[in-house]
């Protein structure tokens, strides 16, 4: 019997599971796929927003200021990458302007600091390659950026270090109501918990179904990106929005935490939750638009196109709240700025959970620490792709990888057999090569290390090893000899 079970490992789930893994209580983080952060804290813009444009009083304003004030120490604790750089949102008119001034009413209200309306000529002083035609901005010192994988990652890692039973492959598919207890029905097995916290993310509403409560529904959200090759990073040093529209943020123009020129995202429904797609149409329209901010980046230098699908709900703001259910709390539809606000999201749960009589006795032995695993490496680094020592011996040339590194992501406590996970722990394949001088590498090392037979090696989740194709091409050569 858990005393919790948590379901989801995207970034609310596992941001939750590591603030509780400090009291003496027995949990559980369920996931259905074979990693964490798979759904949307995997694909975002990795924005820690400053919190001015979320409506005074909502849950999503409250709890994106208090998150974002609480990155600095968590990145010192578990070593994610996270770097404080200002945004912008620009304005084209004066009648733009009075958008930014709303913006910094709103900021004020929502208990923003470092926020001032500037003109365009000190935003080219900030942003020399910003166009020429903007006529004023809010700048706001606190927003920043992280990458959001490796800060889900390094949660989930966290939490299992102090003692969190993290399922993996689990599809929750049933919950049973019991007299004081919940028996929480997956595709492997069953599981007994007195309390549920639903942070299913896109499916946060059919896991809420499966205790009778219908009160919202999700509406899927696409957002579409363009990623660059880091030599086009020069051309922004913040992060530059334009004036909000009524389905979000706008696109933007930034540079990622590891440093690569990132345009995007645009905002789409789509009935698919699972829809990533990317498509010309879209892409178009946003590299014309992100063209009205930065005109100078080289499309040759596009690395790849991505798309992540927000968990939008039906109620305009976060929904996190114990229920009807007796023991059964959502944390559900959960979309931007639910990454900036994953912190003070857990911190409202624990509080939720208290209220609900939920017994919070510290552990002595809890550790909050975590050690990075990509090592930023300085220019006397002499790394080779045959070298003998593990720490020298690069496996991934974009990125400079290192077989050490790759050993070390292989070893953690959330275990990942697949050249995806290794790709978001490591950045091994994230480079202009898109893993293609890697892959193969990536893929020998993870069977050796883990003493199986490369066939078993997969790209990413169940049933998708990649080595098939590569014998059918063999194949076919063979037959054209
Ligand atoms: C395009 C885009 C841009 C964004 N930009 C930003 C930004 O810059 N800054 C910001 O603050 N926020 C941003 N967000 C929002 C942020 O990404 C989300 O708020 C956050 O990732 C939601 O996390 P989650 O854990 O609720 O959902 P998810 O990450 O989707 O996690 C939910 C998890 O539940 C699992 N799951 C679902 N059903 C089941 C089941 N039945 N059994 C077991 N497991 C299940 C899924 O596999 C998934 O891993 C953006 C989102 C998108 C899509």
Not at 8 to 17: L, P, Q, R, T
Not at 247 to 263: A, E, F, P, R
Not at 451 to 473: A, F, H
Request: hydrophobic share 35%; aromatic share 6%; proline share 3%.
């Amino acid at each position: 019997m858990f005393d919790i079970a948590i379901i989801g490992a995207g970034v609310e789930g596992s941001a939750i599971a590591r603030r509780i893994s400090r009291y003496k209580l027995k949990v559980c983080l369920i996931e259905k796929q074979d990693d964490v952060s798979c759904g949307a804290s995997k694909a975002n813009s990795g924005i820690v927003h400053g919190g001015y444009d979320d409506e005074p009083g909502t849950l999503k304003a409250k709890l994106c200021v208090k998150g974002n004030r609480m990155y600095d120490k968590l990145n010192k604790e578990l070593n994610f990458g996270y770097r404080e750089t200002g945004s912008l949102v620009i304005a084209f008119s004066d009648d733009e302007k009075r958008h930014l001034e709303e913006l910094y009413e709103n900021g004020l209200k929502n208990g923003v600091g470092g926020m001032k309306i500037i003109e365009g000529e000190r935003v080219r002083q900030m942003e020399p390659y910003v166009s020429k035609d903007v006529k004023w901005a809010l700048y706001c010192k606190d927003s920043g950026v992280c990458s959001p994988y490796e800060f889900t990652i390094a949660l989930a890692e966290n939490a299992v270090e102090n003692g969190v039973d993290l399922k993996l492959e689990n599809e929750v598919i049933g919950i049973n109501r019991k007299e004081g207890y919940f028996e929480i029905v997956t595709n492997k097995e069953r599981i007994e918990c007195k309390y549920i916290i639903n942070a299913a993310g896109a499916y946060s509403d059919k896991v809420s179904n499966m205790v009778g409560l219908n009160y919202f529904h999700i509406i899927p959200r696409k957002g579409e990106y363009v990623l660059f090759n880091k030599d086009q990073s020069y051309l922004v040093n913040s992060v530059i929005f334009q004036v909000p529209t009524e389905k979000g943020k706008g696109i933007l123009v930034t540079t990622t935490y590891h440093g690569n020129l990132m345009i995007g995202p645009n905002a789409q429904e789509v009935s698919d939750r699972e829809d990533v797609t990317t498509n010309e149409e879209t892409l178009d329209y946003i590299v014309e638009t992100a063209r009205r901010s930065v005109k100078g980046f080289d499309m040759k230098k596009a690395i790849t196109s991505f798309a992540g699908v927000r968990p939008t709900n039906n109620t305009k703001d976060f929904i996190i709240e114990e229920t009807e259910v007796k023991g059964f709390i959502n944390v559900a539809g959960i979309d931007s700025p639910g990454l900036t606000s994953s912190p003070a999201i857990a911190e409202k749960v624990v509080n939720i959970l208290s209220n609900m009589g939920v017994k919070l006795e510290e552990k002595k032995d809890f550790n909050p620490y975590r050690k990075p695993i990509i090592v930023k490496k300085d220019e006397k680094f002499k790394g080779d792709i045959n070298a003998e020592e593990p720490e020298k011996h690069i496996i991934c040339r974009c990125e400079k990888v290192t077989e050490a590194e790759i050993i070390d992501a292989l070893n953690r406590p959330v275990k990942t057999m697949s050249i995806d996970g290794i790709k978001r722990r490591t950045r091994a394949g994230m480079g202009m090569c898109q893993g293609a001088f890697c892959g193969s590498r990536v893929r020998k090392l993870i069977a050796k290390e883990l003493d199986i037979p490369e066939e078993q090696v997969k790209q990413r989740g169940p049933g998708s090893s990649i080595l098939p194709k590569r014998v059918n091409r063999i194949d076919v050569m063979k037959i054209k000899k």
